[in-house]
């Protein structure tokens, strides 16, 4: 369900009035970075999960696809923090983006495009449903491979990138399968359309590095920590596609996906064909600490809510 208010160049909007230009840049040539954020229901309020190094990343991929825009990390925030407000949402999903807007057409868009940066917000359950939470989904691999590193950015969150991902989404569907895993260049598994990969084989768990032309994802990054926390031995290394048939255990992460159990890749079953202990033991943590169930150790919440004096 869309929010009432959009947060657009420092003002808010309603929904209905945030429209963009036919010539916008973006819109022809995928000049845009964006983000997707996740804020959670807590017995507090809606809380925010990592803000700021997604925030981070948004202008890192700014700087990477060389455009220019007015705001810092901070004032990105404090805007994701207002729009939440506004909007009263107890949970919701949250995507920045910013894209050189209209101007003129022409590839060089840096002189001639105004850019905008806009932030909208909307409700949004499990990406791909809370059976597959608990069951896990059924994937390919592709034969969509991921962009060589010399192509595009894999690294920065931009538009453009989203076309080899909706390929890989597309297929996987047309296929019957819930989701495509892309493998990289050289033949190794990079990642999902849009979720990262942990691959489970003898008590040890594997996943690529950025040599795989993966997004360095923020759920990757803090299931790493859990999974350390946890004790757990991690390996990154090449991940050649026959060692996702072999594992024991497979699970995608990303803000959309959560952390999502594999249970077959290629109608091959991957271990018991269901949940395993490990991808268990960190879905417990990781909505263990986004509910507000588990302490925020790490400092990952952002609250949303406003106390009052005495509170
Ligand atoms: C291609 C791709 N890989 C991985 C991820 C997971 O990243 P994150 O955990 O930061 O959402 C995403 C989602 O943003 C993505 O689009």
Request: proline share 4%; charged share 25%.
């Amino acid at each position: 369900m869309p929010a009432e208010w959009i947060w657009r160049n420092g003002e808010f909007v309603k929904w209905e009035d945030a429209t963009v230009h036919v010539s916008a840049h973006a819109l022809h040539y995928g000049s845009s970075v964006f983000e997707g954020i996740r804020a959670y229901a807590t017995s507090d309020g809606p809380a925010v999960f990592r803000l700021e190094p997604h925030m981070r990343r948004l202008l890192n991929g700014c700087k990477v696809a060389r455009i220019d825009q007015p705001y810092t990390v901070d004032a990105l925030s404090d805007a994701v923090v207002e729009t939440i407000r506004r909007n009263n949402h107890e949970a919701c999903y949250i995507r920045p983006v910013v894209f050189r807007g209209e101007g003129a057409l022409g590839l060089e868009g840096r002189e001639r495009t105004k850019t905008e940066v806009v932030i909208f917000t909307m409700e949004w359950g499990r990406y791909l449903g809370q059976e597959a939470i608990e069951q896990g989904v059924d994937v390919q691999v592709s034969s969509w491979r991921r962009m060589a590193p010399d192509t595009h950015a894999a690294l920065a969150k931009i538009g453009g990138n989203y076309v080899n991902s909706q390929f890989v989404s597309m297929e996987a569907h047309d296929n019957g399968f819930e989701e495509g895993i892309a493998l990289d260049v050289n033949g190794y598994v990079s990642e999902g359309a849009g979720e990262n990969i942990f691959v489970v084989l003898d008590g040890v768990v594997y996943t690529p590095g950025a040599w795989s032309s993966i997004l360095l994802g923020i759920t990757r990054d803090s299931v790493l920590t859990l999974l350390k926390d946890l004790g757990y031995e991690v390996r990154f290394e090449p991940i050649a596609r026959e060692m996702l048939y072999m594992a024991d255990e497979i699970f995608f992460t990303g803000t959309a996906a959560e952390i999502t159990p594999i249970r077959s890749v290629d109608r091959i079953t991957i271990g018991a064909g269901s949940r395993g202990p490990v991808t268990k033991a960190v879905q417990d943590e990781f909505f263990g600490i986004t509910s507000g169930r588990l302490p925020d150790r790490h400092n990952w919440l952002t609250y949303v809510r406003q106390t009052e004096p005495g509170d």
